[in-house]
T-cell receptor
Framework: GQQVMQIPQYQHVQEGEDFTTYCNSS?????IQWYKQRPGGHPVFLIQ?????EVKKQKRLTFQFGEAKKNSSLHITATQTTDVGTYFC????????????FGKGTTLSVSS | KAGVTQTPRYLIKTRGQQVTLSCSPI?????VSWYQQTPGQGLQFLFE???????NKGNFPGRFSGRQFSNSRSEMNVSTLELGDSALYLC????????????????FGPGTRLTVL
């Protein structure tokens, strides 16, 4: 079945350093979504990418969708302590419906 | 607008019992999905309902079932509980509009923490 791999599993950075997490799907995706889950919380939607090669920015966060629509990345510039949490990518290969296949997430910790 | 609500928030059961979890989506959302979250397996898709019909199903045994009511509220049921069913069960709702991906965003509830002893 469809699988979404995400690396690294954990990342620790000093405040101010950059951070990147990568996501790879075994199949071509119709779209990819990114979520953030704070400790003890639930996943919260960050963004959706739909087009091949798409790049979107949200302040210090940059999201990319690969040309083949099988990989994606999230890059955070100058991390802050408020960035801590687990970042998940989630792919949808199914054109009908909203079922998502999640990567296992990258847990980011930031020390000041 | 009220968010997705799930009840109960915490549940302790013993092996062999069954359990029913409830989810009320955001008003106007007709798509409801269920996910199981564990430290080892991460977030795994269980099933999705739309207009009272199961539209997609993940790779879980038949002990896991669900349904959706005409008001879009959804329930999931797990029969003959096993220790490995201990997990956080998350419900997510979406407005969803066929052919318009801008409505795909899923809004998650706080989850039901199920412990099987």
């Amino acid at each position: 079945g469809q699988q979404v791999m995400q690396i690294p599993q954990y990342q620790h950075v000093q405040e101010g350093e950059d951070f990147t997490t990568y996501c790879n799907s075994s199949t071509t995706l119709s779209n990819i979504q990114w979520y953030k889950q704070r400790p003890g919380g639930h996943p919260v939607f960050l963004i959706q990418l739909v087009k091949s090669g798409e790049v979107k920015k949200q302040k210090r966060l940059t999201f990319q969708f690969g040309e083949a629509k099988k990989n994606s990345s999230l890059h955070i510039t100058a991390t802050q302590t408020t960035d801590v949490g687990t970042y998940f990518c989630a792919g949808s290969a199914n054109q009908a419906g909203t079922a998502l296949i999640f990567g296992k997430g990258t847990t980011l910790s930031v020390s000041s | 607008k009220a968010g997705v609500t799930q009840t109960p928030r915490y549940l302790i059961k013993t092996r062999g019992q069954q359990v029913t979890l409830s989810c009320s989506p955001i008003s106007g959302h007709r798509s409801v999905s269920w996910y199981q979250q564990t430290p080892g397996q991460g977030l795994q898709f269980l099933f999705e309902y739309f207009s009272e019909t199961q539209r997609n199903k993940g790779n879980f045994p038949g002990r896991f079932s669900g349904r959706q009511f005409s008001n879009s509220r959804s329930e999931m049921n797990v029969s003959t509980l096993e220790l490995g069913d201990s997990a956080l069960y998350l419900c997510a709702s979406s407005f969803y509009l066929a052919g318009d991906s801008s409505y795909n965003e899923q809004f998650f509830g706080p989850g039901t923490r199920l412990t099987v002893l």
